[in-house]
């Protein structure tokens, strides 16, 4: 099967390989915090000739291939980190300006016989299937964190259902009032959150709320404080949403189109 493959999160733990990372760019799309983006997620799972040395070699040919779309605004990956997560496989994320940007680029990476053939020789390393790639409205409700490193973070995801009656203006409202109570007790390590609402017919949840640590120590400390000081924000999160129990992620950049045309 063809797959639209952004490759290298089970290297992760291993090698820290970061391509074209620039805080700066980040931080100026983290503070805009109305713009919302197209993202989506590819699962993926190792194959038999992984090894930190061919992983790195895969992203390496992956970001020399020329059909990579100048419309790619962001990709990431997230290893799981331990074995309590909702899935056992990892996620490649990419961040667009559009569905229909986001669409064209698929369209000419189906086609394009250099990325195929590359694609297809991958396959042992790394497969992430694309028949299986979910589509999300990404946002940033809060501040930005200016001294946050995407070389390497802590990603905490809460899958999430509106509950009944509630809607997509209710959760920016909580996040709002949540955004309050950052500025008011959030902990001293770089952070920032991403909300991600579901747009395909079929998700299993409404949206995804993502808490973006600089490392787990960082979040274990920030979820220390808010079980400490945050009862009645966590009373105004039930009251619009129910969250499965969190999954937990190491996290990497490794394409920053921002940054590349900076």
Not at 161 to 169: A, C
Not at 173 to 201: C, H, Q, R, S
């Amino acid at each position: 099967m063809n797959k639209f493959k952004y490759s290298s999160i089970f290297a992760l733990t291993a090698i820290l390989f970061v391509t074209a990372c620039s805080n700066d760019s980040m931080e100026q799309v983290e503070a805009e915090t109305d713009v919302s983006f197209y993202n989506q997620f590819l699962p993926c799972t190792p194959g038999p000739d992984y090894s930190p040395e061919s992983m790195r070699q895969m992203i390496v040919e992956w970001n020399a291939l020329e059909v990579m779309s100048d419309d790619l605004v962001w990709a990431g990956g997230y290893a799981p980190k331990g074995d309590s997560n909702g899935q056992d496989n990892g996620w490649w994320e990419l961040q667009w300006p559009s569905k229909e940007a986001a669409d064209v680029a698929w369209e000419a990476w189906m086609a394009d016989d250099t990325a195929q053939a590359w694609d297809k020789k991958s396959d042992a390393v790394l497969a992430c299937d694309n028949s299986l790639v979910s589509s999300w409205t990404f946002k940033t409700p809060g501040a930005d964190s200016p001294d946050f490193d995407f070389s390497y973070f802590a990603t905490e995801t809460y899958p999430c259902n509106l509950n009944d009656g509630k809607t997509s203006e209710d959760l920016m409202a909580v996040a709002e009032k949540y955004n309050d109570w950052v500025a008011e007790n959030g902990t001293a390590e770089a952070y920032f959150y991403g909300i991600y609402e579901a747009l395909d017919e079929d998700a299993m949840f409404d949206f995804l709320w993502l808490n973006f640590h600089q490392s787990f120590d960082g979040l274990d400390a920030g979820n220390a404080n808010f079980a400490e000081n945050g009862g009645d924000m966590q009373a105004s999160f039930d009251e619009v949403a129910s969250c499965r129990s969190p999954d937990l992620y190491d996290s990497y950049e490794f394409r920053n189109l921002l940054s590349e045309a900076s």
